[in-house]
């Protein structure tokens, strides 16, 4: 199959764009060697081209070993994808939470394996966003409390702290 040139402009520019890591290696049987990354990658992760150049996958995935390499490749290649929680390594060693879907593409008797990441921190900010919410909710509607004005606080939470403390002081000046 025959991808159109535009087709292909197209997919380049998303990955450019695309505001998380999305990176790319060349595996063989006994190799591998860095192939791509869009710029979120080197943004996030704080990579440079010229650190990229000898970079190893399992330097940046801390799940897979050298050794177990082979292994993940064979389970992508059954199962065409995977999909995996985890975290990337920094070139600063700190770690970014990420959820990161793994696709193997086979050309000219070469693989790539193709790595599209999604932001787990924002995941993480939601959710206890979400579990502030409904621990408002639960432990002051008993006390007759309006619901809107619970879900107001719960809401700036989003906004920064600056909001939150407005909200929190008009907050407790009601409950008082």
């Keep these: 199959m025959k991808i159109d040139k535009n087709l292909k402009d197209l997919i380049f520019n998303f990955f450019e764009n695309e505001e998380d890591p999305i990176f790319i290696f060349k595996i063989t049987a006994n190799r591998e060697e860095f192939y791509y990354a869009n710029p ?18 399992y330097e940046i995935y801390n799940n897979v070993e050298n050794k177990l390499k082979s292994n993940f490749i064979d389970n992508i ?20 939470p990420a959820l990161i879907k793994f696709y193997l593409y086979k050309q000219d008797n070469e693989n790539f394996l193709m790595a599209f990441c999604k932001n787990q921190i924002e995941k993480s900010i939601i959710e206890y966003r979400k579990y502030i919410s409904d621990f ?24 920064g702290i600056d909001s939150f403390s407005i909200n929190l002081r008009v907050f407790s000046e009601y409950c008082i």
């Design 136 to 159: 408002l909710l639960r432990n002051f509607q008993k006390d007759n409390i309006e619901t809107d004005l619970i879900l107001k606080v719960a809401e700036s939470i989003s906004f």
């Design 40 to 57: 979120s990658f080197y943004n996030i992760l704080g990579y440079t081209e010229k650190d990229v150049k000898y970079l190893k996958f």
């Design 77 to 96: 290649k059954k199962n065409k994808s995977i999909v995996i929680s985890t975290f990337l390594i920094k070139k600063d060693g700190s770690t970014f």
